[in-house]
């Protein structure tokens, strides 16, 4: 029975009954066929995957068309506007005081915060904490990690915003060097209004925004691009947002000294729009070329819909295509799908349940992953999440272990 | 009373109106009742005749001249007080609603084999045509078939000459009030020799149905709104955000006479929410100030010909605009009411200003409400006719 020490700073350490990572026929063939960092990228897919567009169905239902009414970023996360402060509080949080959502739980008191407010200084920060889970006849492995740990300023005056984001994202696999205190995000955005339009230009550092129904920036899916843990780039966006519909258009390049990971020029759109009462569906489409020449595109599509009765149920579909060309290689068609089914049981308690199906090489059928899985999110008072996902996982034409189990949960806090 | 009650009613009503014009005023309603049983019975045991008696009697009412017209316009016109129906007409009641969606010549429309109805220039010369068509239900097509008062005014406006104008003498008739058609002897002997007992349909139920129908339609009747809802959206600014509200179920009714449609519908604004309890709390303390302020009233009135009949019938989808009135905060303003009626679902959206009724711009944590707010009330209705 080997016993495997997972490298960096985890907490945790589970009895590892085999040496999965060597003889995993499913994982060998993907590493021989398309490099360590697809095949882990498709891991980390099946981690992060139920978190693509969180946000949509509780905050759509709300009335919440365009992520700025949350959020000073136009492509959602990060700091919060006043509004979404508020909200957090009135719609996500089970419980919650008087003030409790404001800065620091509102120690700063009412004064201050009002001349922080006055000042158009908007404060925050994240912390993000996952434990996995993986189990099957041949091993049992669990880790828990830092995901996330920053402060992020913003600063609204009138039809500008400024920001910076400043703080670590740790890859527990990666051998590369911690990067603490660094700035993952910094820029600046004109936002001029009319009666049917808010419009958007920003320049800066940060990620293209890319994904169906409400930008997604998840780890899933920049990995599945071959992007790097972190995907800010020096990028320049055009955004819109009205009454129904969402749309950015956005280019991106590599900035001097770049971490190799990052050396890549993109061009990203993305548009979503909302009929009848209950009803949205998001369209992106992404190109991307490295500097070693290998390139990428894909697109992603996003169909809701959620019903203002009984428990509140939402339904998503979404689907990925990835097309990735790499020099000597033929070129290898990814997708993945998901159907999520959602209830809110009570305010600040959802329970989630979802099917997804992906091939990493649709040619190849020994990439094929199915996962059912059952899930529980929780807003117990304004700063805090926890967010529990289940998935019995099957794959048909691995030799060995075709059913295992694979959970994860993340705890969040933010300021 | 049941609806078997109410149709006798309402027969009794219209052939005592006959008998009436026929100098039986002073009947009794004993006299009229029978006389309703002696004409069902005839029409069921001498049928054929009874066409063709009905028709003649028709033509011998008070107001008309007794004299048949010639058809294609060749007779020696109508009489003073007899009305006329002429292309404008034809053109408003028929072609507009059933027939211009396929057979329009302007920009745009469709002209299905070639047949056009926009102007009187492309209508005369196939009038008789067209009003054979209607008749056999062979138009509209793949649409439900005319009702009976439509088939009989094309046949009246074919039979008086297929005129552009009513002559200045005549009497433009009011829809739906068809004994004022012409109908012509030829056109009911051409029936009988076609199908006696389509004939007797044509000639003496179907006006008899149809004048029933006129009858309700001239009848007043209270329609109740029926699991009513009231919705409303205001966007939230500069974001667009969508707030919307409902939960108020609006009381009302409105009735239906003649020509004339009236309503007014309260709702219950302390009920309404927005799906958040702090924007709820804003919302009726802050800027509706519903204890102070609990019911907006909102009133409407439609003025159009067979409105009555329109909303009888609910085969026919109705779309309209009308004038309105919003009652509210101890104001009143005017404006425009959309009212959409399917089957028996009435939807009825208009958009009113707050600042038009004192309401300061609602604003909350840097999102600021515009101050156009669009509402919609949802409902279906349901008729309670009125004894007689």
């Given at each position: 029975?080997?016993?495997?020490?997972?490298?960096?700073?985890?907490?945790?350490?589970?009895?590892?009954?085999?040496?999965?990572?060597?003889?995993?026929?499913?994982?060998?063939?993907?590493?021989?066929?398309?490099?360590?960092?697809?095949?882990?990228?498709?891991?980390?897919?099946?981690?992060?995957?139920?978190?693509?567009?969180?946000?949509?169905?509780?905050?759509?239902?709300?009335?919440?068309?365009?992520?700025?009414?949350?959020?000073?970023?136009?492509?959602?996360?990060?700091?919060?506007?006043?509004?979404?402060?508020?909200?957090?509080?009135?719609?996500?949080?089970?419980?919650?005081?008087?003030?409790?959502?404001?800065?620091?739980?509102?120690?700063?008191?009412?004064?201050?915060?009002?001349?922080?407010?006055?000042?158009?200084?908007?404060?925050?920060?994240?912390?993000?904490?996952?434990?996995?889970?993986?189990?099957?006849?041949?091993?049992?492995?669990?880790?828990?990690?830092?995901?996330?740990?920053?402060?992020?300023?913003?600063?609204?005056?009138?039809?500008?915003?400024?920001?910076?984001?400043?703080?670590?994202?740790?890859?527990?696999?990666?051998?590369?060097?911690?990067?603490?205190?660094?700035?993952?995000?910094?820029?600046?955005?004109?936002?001029?209004?009319?009666?049917?339009?808010?419009?958007?230009?920003?320049?800066?550092?940060?990620?293209?925004?890319?994904?169906?129904?409400?930008?997604?920036?998840?780890?899933?899916?920049?990995?599945?691009?071959?992007?790097?843990?972190?995907?800010?780039?020096?990028s320049l966006e055009i955004s819109g947002a009205g009454e129904e519909q969402t749309w950015q258009l956005g280019v991106s390049m590599p900035a001097s000294g770049s971490p190799r990971d990052e050396e890549e020029r993109a061009l990203a759109a993305r548009v979503d729009r909302g009929w009848s009462k209950s009803w949205r569906a998001g369209a992106s489409l992404w190109r991307g070329e490295l500097r070693d020449g290998s390139r990428v595109a894909g697109s992603f599509h996003a169909l809701g819909s959620w019903k203002e009765v009984g428990l509140k149920p939402y339904l998503q579909v979404e689907s990925l295509h990835l097309l990735r060309r790499r020099d000597q290689l033929a070129d290898v068609v990814s997708h993945a799908m998901l159907l999520r089914n959602g209830l809110e049981l009570t305010r600040g308690l959802f329970g989630i349940l979802q099917i997804q199906h992906e091939r990493g090489d649709v040619q190849l059928h020994a990439s094929e992953v199915n996962r059912y899985g059952l899930g529980l999110q929780v807003f117990p008072r304004p700063h805090f999440e926890i967010y529990g996902l289940w998935h019995r996982v099957h794959r048909p034409f691995a030799s060995l272990d075709t059913w295992s189990d694979e959970a994860f949960a993340v705890f969040h806090y933010y300021l | 009373m049941s609806n078997t009650q109410f149709v006798v009613a309402t027969l009794r009503r219209v052939?005592?109106?006959?008998?009436?014009?026929?100098?039986?005023?002073?009947?009794?309603?004993?006299?009229?009742?029978?006389?309703?049983?002696?004409?069902?019975?005839?029409?069921?045991?001498?049928?054929?005749?009874?066409?063709?008696?009905?028709?003649?009697?028709?033509?011998?009412?008070?107001?008309?001249?007794?004299?048949?017209?010639?058809?294609?316009?060749?007779?020696?016109?109508?009489?003073?007080?007899?009305?006329?129906?002429?292309?404008?007409?034809?053109?408003?009641?028929?072609?507009?609603?059933?027939?211009?969606?396929?057979?329009?010549?302007?920009a745009g429309g469709v002209r299905r084999g070639g047949v056009a109805l926009n102007t009187f220039a492309e209508a005369q010369p196939i009038a008789a045509s067209i009003a054979e068509q209607i008749e056999t239900d062979q138009m509209p097509l793949r649409a439900p078939a005319l009702p009976g008062d439509l088939k009989a005014l094309i046949r009246a406006w074919v039979d008086g000459g297929a005129v552009e104008v009513a002559p200045a003498s005549g009497v433009r008739p009011r829809l739906g009030d068809q004994s004022n058609f012409r109908r012509s002897k030829d056109h009911q002997r051409t029936l009988a020799r076609m199908n006696p007992i389509r004939a007797v349909i044509q000639g003496l139920i179907l006006p008899s149905v149809s004048e029933a129908k006129s009858s309700l339609a001239s009848m007043p009747q209270v329609y109740e709104l029926e699991k009513a809802s009231l919705e409303f959206l205001a966007i939230g600014r500069?974001?667009?955000?969508?707030?919307?509200?409902?939960?108020?179920?609006?009381?009302?009714?409105?009735?239906?006479?003649?020509?004339?449609?009236?309503?007014?519908?309260?709702?219950?604004?302390?009920?309404?929410?927005?799906?958040?309890?702090?924007?709820?709390?804003?919302?009726?303390?802050?800027?509706?100030?519903?204890?102070?302020?609990?019911?907006?009233?909102?009133?409407?009135?439609?003025?159009?010909?067979?409105?009555?009949?329109?909303?009888?019938?609910?085969?026919?989808?109705?779309?309209?605009?009308?004038?309105?009135?919003?009652?509210?905060?101890?104001?009143?303003?005017?404006?425009?009411?959309?009212?959409?009626?399917?089957?028996?679902?009435?939807?009825?959206?208009?958009?009113?200003?707050?600042?038009?009724?004192?309401?300061?711009?609602?604003?909350?944590?840097?999102?600021?409400?515009?101050?156009?707010?669009?509402?919609?009330?949802?409902?279906?209705?349901r008729a309670r006719k009125l004894d007689q």
């Open positions: 029975m080997d016993r495997i020490q997972i490298p960096t700073n985890s907490r945790f350490e589970f009895e590892i009954r085999h040496s999965w990572r060597t003889r995993n026929f499913f994982e060998m063939a993907l590493r021989d066929l398309k490099g360590r960092k697809f095949a882990q990228g498709l891991v980390v897919l099946a981690m992060a995957l139920p978190s693509i567009a969180m946000a949509y169905p509780e905050l759509t239902r709300h009335g919440s068309v365009s992520c700025t009414t949350c959020h000073l970023s136009p492509a959602g996360g990060g700091a919060l506007t006043i509004y979404g402060r508020s909200m957090s509080r009135e719609i996500l949080s089970r419980w919650g005081g008087p003030n409790e959502e404001r800065v620091l739980h509102g120690l700063l008191g009412r004064d201050l915060d009002q001349k922080l407010d006055d000042l158009g200084l908007r404060l925050g920060g994240n912390v993000r904490g996952l434990q996995s889970h993986r189990e099957n006849s041949r091993v049992r492995q669990g880790q828990f990690f830092l995901m996330q740990a920053d402060l992020k300023l913003g600063v609204e005056l009138e039809e500008w915003v400024a920001y910076l984001s400043a703080g670590e994202v740790e890859n527990p696999r990666s051998s590369e060097p911690r990067r603490t205190l660094n700035s993952s995000e910094h820029w600046v955005m004109w936002r001029p209004s009319t009666e049917t339009q808010q419009w958007g230009v920003r320049g800066g550092r940060f990620p293209l925004t890319f994904g169906g129904l409400q930008a997604d920036h998840t780890l899933s899916v920049r990995k599945l691009m071959s992007l790097g843990l972190s995907s800010a780039r020096t | 052939v005592g109106e006959r008998l009436e014009a026929q100098e039986s005023r002073s009947s009794s309603n004993l006299v009229r009742a029978i006389a309703v049983l002696a004409m069902l019975t005839s029409m069921s045991t001498a049928c054929q005749y009874n066409d063709l008696k009905a028709g003649s009697q028709a033509a011998s009412r008070p107001g008309s001249s007794g004299t048949a017209p010639q058809p294609g316009g060749g007779g020696s016109g109508p009489g003073p007080g007899i009305a006329v129906v002429d292309y404008q007409l034809v053109r408003e009641q028929i072609f507009v609603p059933h027939c211009l969606r396929c057979h329009s010549s302007e500069p974001s667009f955000l969508k707030i919307r509200g409902e939960g108020a179920r609006p009381e009302g009714e409105f009735s239906v006479k003649d020509g004339e449609i009236q309503g007014i519908a309260h709702v219950d604004l302390r009920s309404l929410k927005t799906g958040i309890e702090l924007r709820d709390e804003h919302l009726h303390e802050r800027y509706a100030q519903t204890d102070k302020y609990p019911k907006a009233e909102l009133s409407f009135q439609i003025v159009q010909e067979r409105i009555g009949a329109i909303m009888a019938d609910q085969s026919v989808d109705l779309q309209i605009s009308v004038p309105g009135r919003l009652r509210w905060r101890e104001r009143e303003h005017e404006l425009p009411i959309q009212v959409q009626r399917k089957k028996s679902q009435v939807e009825v959206e208009f958009k009113f200003r707050l600042s038009d009724f004192g309401i300061e711009t609602p604003q909350y944590a840097g999102v600021k409400v515009a101050d156009e707010v669009q509402v919609k009330v949802l409902s279906h209705v």
